[in-house]
């Protein structure tokens, strides 16, 4: 159980001692907008440190520096070319809205005026559609709690924006997007539950009963040991979902639901044990400014939107530290993870995600059937929203060049290339999807195939897919399976048989077996720094085939353990039928027509 001082300690040895650094690599914006942005975002941080240990805010460094900006009159301007501004006054926004009176008192009338003036100006900017209208929604309410001018047009505009990405089970899309990633955690929820502590209003009471009904999805997301399952954008933010468990404790939006205050510290708690441990910081140790990265230091993750304050977003995890040493909050048991006693299904139909959750499991896998990145400009779109299944252990690889299999992350995925050119793309854009009870669809294509993928998981760590590829020209390809960690081909051999491959170290175990046997087994190596939890080399157990023009069903079973030494059982067994296919696994059977549009 971490104390209060223990989260607040942590805080600390992440925050940087000045703003030095911030010019050692570029983003997308200007560099006013990057300095802006290394002043604001721990903020999220040291407000609630500062407030639950009852510190003046002018003794705290980094609130200081924010009033050092504002009293000397070098907030930067805002245009639409520069809106980048508006992401980072939700960190004002949340000073004004929570902390205002002391904010007023230390500034003083002038100072207030020119803040609040510099706000205001944000209301001349249009804003993309998706996660942004929180920050004119935030920053409006906040003005208006404190009895600032602001905009009433553009609250009432975004508040009906916010609504119109609702998807219904506590659901957004990022936007007219096929987006619903960490965004929901971080972004919607988080800045929905800070706005009804804020407002009593039937928003407010919106906002709450929303955040409900997804803490009862979300939690799936997250296994035992503290881990969250990585895929989509802005990993780089790294523990900032667990900023949602925060404002669902704060806000008591958990009264009511199966959610116990226990429950949540474990979750809060947990995860931060867990990314204590790890080496996330600029120097690879325990103090330093957060690395930009996942597991470790790894630019190849990285955005064009994150320079080096970026990951400070993370500290919206921090907001626990509101409450003072003598609140019973740090007191609390922090309750185990809640296992079940049989493994439970879950079902995520707006996100496209599909569990077994099975007792004890040492991580959780979903796949994946729906999401993908709209933007041509996201980095590594294709792994990050591509993948077949994603792991909170396995994590997942990124490309590393346009030439080679092994320069391809063809981890859970299934990478299909022109014959003879040893280049490959998967799964990316979705133009069909849907998910049944015990399985999921998505179709999908490349420049060259046409592809009807079907998705069965059947246990935490094992699952089936089939593929339906219809092409004009010979294909070379590779499906591969779960990423093993810490693997050196020097030292290590794949274990590989007519119709499997099994790779097995200290890391794990990771198996791809050929359910129609029309494909040969083998292993892909992968470089160092492709796997975004760690950065050794890798390996991929893999099936290769060369397709010539036609239509082919390829079949496989995947399985991902991390635990060593453990039993392989894949005993599933595949039929293809006049209709469709049957899948077959100790006494199980699943029926599956043939996709029709």
């Not at 997942?396 to 014959?419: H, K, M, P, W, Y």
């Not at 040893?422 to 179709?443: C, G, H, N, P, W």
């Amino acid at each position: 159980m971490l104390t209060r001082q223990e989260l607040s300690d942590w805080l600390d040895r992440l925050t940087p001692v000045d703003n030095r650094y911030v010019d050692t690599f570029g983003a997308a914006y200007d560099a006013d907008i990057r300095q802006l942005e290394a002043v604001l975002r721990p903020l999220w941080g040291h407000l609630p440190a500062a407030a639950g240990a009852h510190l003046d805010f002018k003794d705290d460094p980094v609130i200081q520096r924010f009033y050092t900006l504002v009293q000397a009159r070098q907030l930067p301007p805002v245009d639409k070319s520069r809106r980048q501004i508006v992401v980072e006054t939700a960190a004002v926004s949340y000073f004004l809205g929570f902390y205002g009176k002391q904010l007023a008192a230390d500034l003083g009338p002038t100072d207030m005026t020119y803040l609040t003036d510099w706000l205001n100006t944000m209301n001349d900017v249009p804003v993309p559609a998706g996660n942004w209208h929180f920050f004119i929604i935030l920053l409006n309410v906040a003005l208006r709690k404190q009895h600032f001018p602001y905009s009433a047009d553009r609250l009432t505009d975004s508040l009906a924006k916010i609504d119109s990405f609702y998807v219904g089970k506590g659901w957004y899309t990022d936007g007219p997007t096929q987006q619903s990633d960490y965004y929901l955690a971080f972004a919607f929820h988080f800045y929905g539950l800070l706005y009804a502590q804020l407002v009593d209003d039937a928003h407010a009471t919106t906002f709450i009963q929303r955040a409900q009904a997804f803490a009862a999805d979300f939690i799936d997301w997250f296994d035992a040991q503290g881990r969250a399952i990585p895929f989509g954008r802005s990993l780089t933010y790294r523990f900032a979902p667990v900023g949602f468990w925060s404002q669902f404790y704060l806000s008591g939006t958990y009264a009511g639901t199966a959610f116990t205050p226990s429950m949540i510290k474990g979750l809060i708690d947990r995860s931060a044990k867990y990314w204590k441990q790890r080496p996330i910081t600029v120097t690879n140790g325990e103090t330093g400014p957060l690395s930009v990265g996942y597991g470790y230091q790894n630019y190849l993750l990285s955005e064009d939107y994150n320079a080096p304050g970026s990951p400070m977003w993370a500290f919206k995890l921090f907001g626990v530290l509101q409450l003072p040493a003598d609140d019973p909050y740090w007191q609390l048991p922090a309750a185990p993870y809640p296992e079940t006693e049989q493994p439970r299904r879950s079902n995520q139909a707006a996100g496209g995600m599909q569990f077994v959750l099975d007792p004890h499991a040492a991580h959780h896998v979903f796949l994946a059937s729906r999401q993908f990145p709209v933007s041509s400009k996201l980095y590594h779109g294709q792994e990050k929203y591509g993948k077949f299944a994603y792991s909170s252990y396995f994590g997942f690889n990124l490309s590393r060049d346009t030439q080679g299999i092994e320069q391809f992350a063809v981890d859970n995925a299934l990478a299909l290339g022109i014959a003879g050119q040893d280049q490959f793309a998967s799964r990316l854009t979705i133009t069909a999807s849907k998910m049944f009870a015990e399985y999921a669809v998505s179709v999908w294509h490349t420049a060259s195939a046409q592809v009807v993928s079907y998705l069965v998981p059947l246990t935490t760590n094992l699952h089936v897919r089939i593929h339906e590829v219809t092409t004009d020209d010979t294909l070379d390809t590779y499906e591969g399976g779960f990423p093993l960690l810490r693997w050196n081909p020097k030292r290590m051999t794949p274990v590989i048989t007519d119709h499997h491959t099994i790779v097995a170290n200290q890391a794990g175990v990771s198996v791809i077996e050929d359910l129609l046997t029309k494909r040969q087994p083998t292993a892909v190596n992968q470089g160092p720094n492709t796997n975004i939890m760690d950065p050794e080399k890798n390996v991929v157990p893999a099936l290769h085939a060369i397709l010539k023009p036609g239509r082919h069903v390829l079949a496989c079973a995947v399985l991902g353990d991390p635990t060593t030494g453990c039993t392989v059982d894949i005993n599933t067994h595949l039929l293809v039928t006049a209709t469709g296919y049957t899948l077959i696994r100790n006494g199980l059977e699943i029926n599956m027509p043939f996709w029709q549009a």
